[in-house]
């Protein structure tokens, strides 16, 4: 079946623009979650789902940063006022067990 | 507080011979880990994983190893083969909970 897809794969923005990625997890999914991989780092976790619920947000890096899903499906990372250090691979992942996630192919933003 | 730590950015094998790759953990309450694969320009995708209750798991190629009074893991690869040739993460993962905390991740080369 379909894997965990992502859009863009690839953004390039201007300093202090707004950026949204988006997330289209795996059908069924119930858990989804955000990580970002900056150059030469391992995974950091920014955001975590149940359901439309977000009762992990603890990963934010800043306010500039939101999330929100729709539908137990879909989300969507919100990035405003994007500045050079928000340059990383931005990684979406879904589960339905609390362990195993499956994650996509990622979001290459740079921020110029 | 890098709670996940993987100390060789890097490691070189022949092919046909064993691959070690190291982890260490400092939250004693972490009870599920897992390693993670990551080709260029993939999402990591799951290898294998083990319960905090065992110490070990076997899957074809790939056995983890757990010593949880030293908090290390270990995966090994037996025989490595080119295609093993990626970046390995490992991860670890609280009680219930589905936030994973990833380590730096290990550059594996595996020479024809």
Known sequence: ?112 | DQQVKQNSPSLSVQEGRISILNCDYTNSMFDYFLWYKKYPAEGPTFLISISSIKDKNEDGRFTVFLNKSAKHLSLHIVPSQPGDSAVYFCAASLPSYGKLTFGQGTILTVHP
């Open chain 1, 1 to 112: 079946g379909a894997g965990v897809s992502q859009s863009p794969s690839n953004k390039v923005t201007e300093k202090g623009k707004d950026v949204e990625l988006r997330c289209d997890p795996i059908s069924g999914h119930t858990a989804l979650y955000w990580y970002r991989q900056s150059l030469g780092q391992g995974l950091e976790f920014l955001i975590y789902f149940q359901g439309n619920s977000a009762p992990d947000k603890s990963g934010l890096p800043s306010d500039r940063f939101s999330a929100e899903r729709t539908g137990g499906s879909v989300s969507t990372l919100t990035i405003q006022r994007t500045q050079q250090e928000d340059s990383a691979v931005y990684l979406c992942a879904s589960s339905t067990s609390s362990y195993e996630q499956y994650f996509g192919p990622g979001t290459r933003l740079t921020v110029t």
